[in-house]
């Protein structure tokens, strides 16, 4: 694998991750069909403007079929994830993400008949091992407070996002990146409109800057991930997943002085040393 995939896809696991904490922040004043509404809808003004630039054109009949499925996983990872963020420490919400690695191998090989080689299966196990570090090392206090409905919605997000970056690099070796990320924005925000006007209450429009952000983010982790998937297989690029566990700690910890454990921190050097594993020519 060439390493230009494999630092596009950690470059935007990185900025995916920042605009997972403004999300987290945001998630404390707007109910979560409200925060993801207005997160796809400025996401969708950010890429308008890139369209209107770039003039990709017109995808076609199987783009639009296709993506349009992506789009509905999309929500569904979206809405999940948004909601275990509220419930959740955001390094925690992210551990529980971490299954979709193993979710991305398999529907690699059932999907897109990629082969596993040892070295990505070992990575895959060195990454998991981590988390597993990161659950089990939980102080007893930290358990007795754990939001199961958040654990859930943690679970079932790490399944669709799997299915959706599997689906990304199916669709990112037929149709232009601009197309993806057009769908990616779009579709969900339309899915979600009526949800989001449902549940809307009073905004702040101090609060608006951070949606923008979250909007900005979101199409250039997209950019950045599809380019990736576009040059390398879904599985090798899998672990590398595991890097948000980092800026998870970092950002939680400046950011909603979320302490990190030791257990975390320990958990964090195996994910690291996944990532570089698998990152190897």
Request: glycine share 8%.
């Amino acid at each position: 694998m060439k390493f230009g995939p494999a630092l596009r896809a950690a470059a935007g696991i990185a900025v995916l991750s920042i605009m997972d904490a403004v999300i987290k922040g945001m998630s404390a004043h707007y109910p979560t069909f409200q925060v993801a509404f207005l997160r796809f809808m400025c996401g969708s003004l950010v890429v308008a403007g890139v369209v209107a630039v770039l003039k990709p054109g017109w995808p076609n009949r199987e783009t639009v079929a296709a993506n349009a499925i992506r789009s509905v996983i999309a929500v569904v990872t979206a809405l999940s994830f948004f909601y275990a963020l509220g419930q959740l420490p955001l390094a925690e919400t992210l551990v529980l993400s971490f299954l979709s690695p193993m979710f991305i191998a398999l529907f690699g090989m059932l999907m897109l008949r990629e082969k596993v080689d040892t070295r990505i299966v070992g990575a895959i196990a060195i990454g998991f091992i981590g988390t597993l570090v990161v659950v089990v090392g939980q102080t007893e206090e930290t358990g007795a407070a754990r939001s199961w409905a958040g654990v859930t919605a943690a679970l079932v997000s790490a399944v669709t996002y799997a299915l959706s970056l599997v689906l990304l690099r199916q669709r990112a070796q037929r149709d232009k990146f601009l197309h993806i990320v057009i769908f990616q924005n779009f579709g969900p925000f339309i899915l979600v409109a009526p949800f989001g006007l449902w549940a809307w209450q009073p905004l702040n429009y101090a609060h608006l800057a951070w949606f923008l952000l979250m909007g900005v983010l979101g199409v250039i982790g997209h950019v950045l991930m599809a380019t990736a998937y576009a040059k390398a297989e879904a599985a090798r690029l899998a672990p590398l997943e595991y890097t948000a566990l980092i800026w998870a700690v970092l950002i939680g910890y400046g950011v909603f002085s979320e302490i990190p454990t030791w257990a975390t921190l320990g958990g964090g050097i195996l994910i690291v040393a996944a990532a570089m594993l698998t990152s190897r020519r």
